[in-house]
């Protein structure tokens, strides 16, 4: 992947450790959870640093197209240098979509970790939900794509993925797709 030319885009990362997912992921769930109680979605992504503990950005869903991923990665983009951010670790509470993928990668973080899968928000929203029209690609998928930057992906979680279903349920479950969706399996 790196040439001569490259090496100085590709610093070596460091590998994050469970204790150091578990706490980004509590403190991405403390972003999500400050969203829900002002009336957002339930998104949440947080910027770790390169010692995998130091949070530098925090960022939460603001609407259908300022997803808390891609609103996180360009503002990283603009304050940092891409050598430092390709040592940084974007976490998110949900696997990121296609367009939180690709600014992602873009904006050169070298790392991802998400909560829980698009398929399981999927589930928890139920089909033809008018706030979220989740896709069926993957993050991996869209990072396949991409074959000159080899970004580290680490998730569905086990426990902290049930928390992050758990908690966002309070939400969706009072939203028109879902409530549609619950209509049909009980008539």
Request: net charge negative; charged share 20%; hydrophobic share 35%.
């Amino acid at each position: 992947m790196a040439t001569a030319t490259t090496n100085n885009l590709f610093p070596q990362r460091k590998p994050l450790n469970p204790q150091q997912i578990g706490a980004a992921m509590e403190a991405c769930l403390d972003v999500q959870r400050r969203a829900v109680t002002f009336g957002k979605r339930p998104f949440a992504a947080v910027l770790l640093g390169p010692d995998n503990e130091t949070v530098l950005l925090t960022h939460q869903s603001v609407d259908q197209v300022n997803h808390a991923e891609a609103s996180l990665a360009r503002l990283a983009y603009v304050h940092y240098p891409k050598e430092f951010l390709w040592t940084c670790t974007l976490v998110s509470t949900w696997e990121p979509c296609a367009m939180c993928t690709a600014t992602l990668y873009w904006a050169h973080i070298g790392g991802l970790v998400y909560g829980a899968s698009n398929e399981e928000l999927y589930r928890l929203t139920g089909e033809g939900n008018r706030e979220n029209f989740t896709m069926s690609w993957s993050c991996r998928d869209v990072l396949a794509g991409c074959r000159q930057k080899d970004i580290e992906v680490v998730g569905p979680l086990g426990e902290e993925g049930k928390t992050v279903v758990r908690e966002s349920d309070e939400y969706w479950s009072k939203t028109e797709g879902r409530m549609a969706a619950v209509g049909k399996e009980t008539g």
